[in-house]
């Protein structure tokens, strides 16, 4: 039988673990958060291939991003070498003197690698590991232990639990303190995410509005809460969870004052 | 019969229980349970896991309810129940234990977005030795100076109603 579950059960970090630890050959398929979708595939224990589905992982496309092609080269490979397998584009390649296989190699380890940290970040979400399922035969594969992977995937979850006791809701608005915002050094990401707040802004929605996972959003607004620079707020407009007249028995201001004056005579009299 | 309610939230082991005991007329209503977890037991046996449930009378048309909420994060689905239709909060930190102030300002942020109400930190254990000057717990909890960070023994009457008393000014002026 597959091995399946939740995410919430068990992390990536520890699904990592489990196949390095039994040297499994298979797939593992994820459906994450926001109908997103990954697979991983492992040979012996060890990662051959990750892709989040609905980006494209083609070589070329991977090459170009890295700055290895230039736009017209990857217009032409698009164009011309739509038909050929990545395997067959990376041959090519190397045949061609553009690339050495190590290049090539690399940059797909790192790209790999970039997905399976993407994956850390995804908490909520449903998984099964098939064991016949290979890497798909039309992309290149690679071989990379899982031990450093395991180990940053632990300090990641260890630094998620933090941030969501920090941040327990997105659904909460931020906004500016009293302190200027002067004479402060904020990274680009930062900028970016200052820029949206405002108490009509959830952090939910400030994360969709930067392209942002949770992880990102909650480090952000993190690093700008310990600076003391914002605040958390309900966001404006959103359903109050109470309303004066329920806090009070009566809608009259003077009858409210009256009321907790009542109520201050007799604490002062117990 | 016109009731209204505050609550007294904090971290666990912030004295929440004792600080509503001490003042309220009628024996607390505590749903607590023996502590499972080891680390936790170390610092007390028992917990609050709903509420406690304290009561003043005012007169015969007003009562005030005090109600206080599980302190472990576990139980935190209790708290914007609770906070539903209250006057006002109370934060209790217990000014010993510096590793429960991150809580504590998490517990704070957390109940000023299920309601915009007044509040007031009260830093509870001040009595003891190795109690947190008031000014260093403000800083450690971040505390805006405009925020009533209140010294406060739980287990005294007096220091309770000082408490409650700032709480009640702070919602009169809001009021006003």
């Known amino acids: ?270 | 019969m016109q009731t209204v309610k505050m609550v007294v939230t904090g971290p666990f082991s912030a004295g929440k229980t004792e600080f509503i005991r001490s003042v309220s007329e009628i024996d607390v209503v505590s749903t607590e349970r023996k502590i499972s977890s080891a680390s936790e037991r170390a610092v007390k046996e028992t917990t609050t896991v709903a509420m406690d449930f304290g009561r003043i009378t005012v007169d015969e048309d007003l009562v005030l309810y005090l109600f206080g909420t599980p302190g472990q994060k576990r139980f935190d689905f209790m708290w914007e129940i609770l906070s539903e239709g209250m006057l006002g909060f109370i934060v209790l930190v217990d000014s010993t234990r510096p590793e429960t102030f991150r809580e504590a300002r998490t517990i704070l942020e957390t109940f000023r977005a299920y309601a915009p109400t007044p509040y007031v930190v009260a830093a509870n254990k001040q009595d003891l030795p190795d109690a947190w000057d008031l000014e260093d717990m403000r800083h450690a909890l971040r505390l805006d100076p405009k925020v009533k960070l209140l010294p406060c023994v739980a287990k005294d009457k007096e220091s309770v109603k000082k408490v409650l008393l700032e709480l009640l000014y702070s919602i009169l002026e809001e009021i006003e």
């Open chain 1, 1 to 270: 039988m597959a091995l399946r579950g939740n995410l919430r059960d068990f992390t990536i970090t520890q699904l990592l673990n489990l196949v390095n630890l039994a040297q499994k050959s298979g797939t593992l398929l994820i459906d994450g958060p926001g109908n997103e979708q990954a697979s991983a595939s492992f040979r012996e224990g060890k990662l051959a291939y990750a892709r989040i589905d609905q980006e494209d992982d083609r070589l070329a496309t991977i090459l170009h991003k890295a700055g290895k092609i230039s736009a017209n080269q990857y217009r032409a490979i698009l164009e011309r070498a739509s038909q050929m397998s990545d395997k067959e584009l990376g041959l090519l390649l190397v045949n061609a003197g553009y690339l050495s296989q190590e290049e090539i190699l690399l940059l797909l380890q790192a790209h790999y690698t970039e997905v399976i940290r993407r994956l850390f970040t995804w908490v909520e979400g449903v998984f099964r590991f098939e064991n016949d399922v290979p890497p798909p035969p039309d992309r290149i594969h690679v071989r990379i232990d899982l031990e450093n992977l395991i180990i940053e995937g632990a300090r990641q979850l260890r630094e998620w639990e933090q941030l969501q006791e920090e941040i327990p809701s997105l659904d909460i608005a931020l906004k500016f303190t009293e302190r200027p915002l002067r004479n402060v050094n904020l990274s680009l990401e930062e900028w970016r995410v200052v820029s949206y707040i405002n108490p009509k802004n959830t952090i939910r929605q400030i994360a969709a509005a930067v392209k942002m996972n949770e992880l990102e959003i909650r480090r952000i607004v993190y690093g700008l809460l310990q600076a003391g620079l914002v605040e958390l707020v309900r966001p404006e407009g959103a359903p109050m969870p109470v309303t004066p007249s329920r806090m009070f028995p009566t809608d009259n201001r003077e009858e409210q004052k009256s009321l907790i004056n009542k109520l201050i005579g007799r604490i002062r009299s117990l």
